[in-house]
């Protein structure tokens, strides 16, 4: 989990370049880490998620010299700039009829590389399923407690909720939900 000090923010908000590189270099890999969950398989290229984590990334920094919430809501502001973000991503992906191709594999090494990229996209593609079978926020509990390692109380600050136990009770409530999920799925695989 990142913390953004008070000294390094103040000099972001300034205008020091030296300060914005490294909150920005900071939030870039959790940044990355939200597109990618958020985004998952459906996206054509890997490089969506990347391009969709630097219009976030932008959307800060144009979005800093305004910003006077201190650094204990700073996190929430990045959420709420990286959420509307990807819904635009998502909407330009509807309007998007192109449909690129892979190039051509020639080595073995490719090949052996591909499988694993085949099978990294095949359990991104079961995961956003299971997401995307969870209520809203539900779904913003898991990606904020699991896949970007936020607090319990960082995740009740960031989507405004009551309090940190409320956060764990939804957490809760999320994992039940998706382990059910995974369980009539095993159930209904057919037989070999």
């Known amino acids: 989990m990142i913390v953004v000090e008070d000294e390094l923010l103040a000099s972001a908000m300034t205008g020091d370049r030296f300060a914005m590189q ?3 270099g900071m939030l870039r890999p959790v940044v990355t880490r939200y597109c990618r969950s958020r985004l998952g398989a459906q996206f ?3 490089s969506d998620a990347d391009d969709c984590a630097q219009e976030i990334l932008l959307g800060v920094l144009v979005a800093l010299p305004r910003y006077r919430y201190g650094t204990d809501k700073f996190l929430a502001f990045v959420y709420g700039i990286a959420a509307h973000k990807v819904v635009d991503a998502r909407r330009r992906y509807v309007r998007d009829v192109s449909s690129p191709v892979a190039e051509f594999l020639t080595t073995p090494a490719t090949l052996i590389e591909t499988d694993h990229y085949v099978e990294d996209f095949e359990r991104r593609q079961r995961l956003d399923g299971l997401l995307d079978r969870l209520p809203a926020r539900q779904r913003e509990i898991v990606i904020l407690r699991v896949v970007l390692g936020l607090s319990a109380q960082e995740t ?5 909720m009551a309090s940190a ?5 939804g957490q809760h409530r999320a994992l039940a939900t998706m382990r059910g999920l995974l369980a009539d799925a095993v159930d209904n695989e057919p037989s070999l």
């Open 22 to 24: 490294s909150l920005l």
């Open 44 to 46: 054509r290229r890997d």
């Open 156 to 160: 009740a600050d960031t989507l405004g």
């Open 165 to 169: 136990g409320a956060v764990r009770v």
